[in-house]
């Protein structure tokens, strides 16, 4: 059965922290990870992933995958209160569906 | 830009009554998902649907029922609703066989309490 486990399940931080987010996943037909920011609504998408060891970037946010130990990260540098959300990691399997984690819910304090 | 629509942002039921959630896709998706989302377990995914009048059952279809008579629009019946039930339902959509950055897109969500 496909499964995705994220950790920690939740976190509090201060300001300026750097944060590390950690996705581990068991996906038939693997095809790509995606990491998504949920605040009160829908989630919105942050990241997908497809290659190995390739850093994708956006802004004070940044992600890798390794395919061969089959788990993915997402930092965030110099964190914000406007950070504090549920970050979901899902993996794609080849089109049928998205396997999604439990999320981490992150809370920056000031 | 794509747009999922879920037409009942928030919804109050009693138990026993029969619930319909709406959700519509302007991007003429073959596919859509339900998803419920729970506190701790993330997306659950219940049904999905990859074309007109077909459909799948996701991880916990029990309790629910979909209807897809056209592609735009995908239906999650609660036929008795229970107060397990109480939660927040994501609908989402995505093409089919387009390998492209972000590939799903979500509604709003639709917030279930039911008492």
């Known amino acids: 059965e496909d499964k995705v486990v994220q950790s920690p399940l939740s976190l509090v931080v201060h300001e300026g922290d750097t944060v590390t987010l950690n996705c581990s996943y068991e996906v038939t037909n693997f095809r790509s990870l995606l990491w998504y920011k949920q605040e009160k609504k829908a989630p919105t998408f942050l990241f997908m992933l497809?290659?190995?060891?390739i850093e994708k970037k956006s802004g004070r946010l940044s992600s890798i995958l390794d395919k061969k130990e089959l788990f993915s990260i997402l930092n965030i540098t110099a964190t914000q209160t406007g950070d504090s959300a549920v970050y979901l990691c899902?993996?794609?399997?080849?089109?049928?569906?998205?396997?999604f984690g439990p999320g981490t819910r992150l809370s920056a304090l000031p | 830009d794509v747009k999922v629509t879920q037409s009942s942002r928030y919804l109050v039921k009693r138990t026993g009554e029969k619930v319909f959630l709406e959700c519509v896709q302007d991007?003429?998706?073959?596919?859509m998902f339900w998803y419920r989302q729970d506190p701790g377990l993330g997306l659950r995914l219940i049904y999905f649907?990859?074309?007109?009048?077909?459909?799948e059952k996701g991880d916990i279809p029990e309790g629910y029922s979909v209807s897809r008579e056209k592609k735009e629009r995908f239906s999650l019946i609660l036929e008795s609703a229970s107060t397990n039930q109480t939660s927040m339902y994501l609908c989402?959509?995505?093409?089919?066989?387009?390998?492209?950055?972000?590939?799903?897109?979500f509604g709003e969500g639709s917030w279930l309490t039911v008492v």
């Open positions: 989402a959509s995505r093409p089919r066989g387009v390998y492209s950055g972000n590939t799903i897109y």
């Open positions: 991007m003429d998706h073959e596919n």
């Open positions: 497809t290659s190995s060891g």
């Open positions: 649907s990859y074309d007109v009048k077909m459909k």
């Open positions: 899902a993996g794609d399997n080849y089109g049928q569906n998205f396997v």
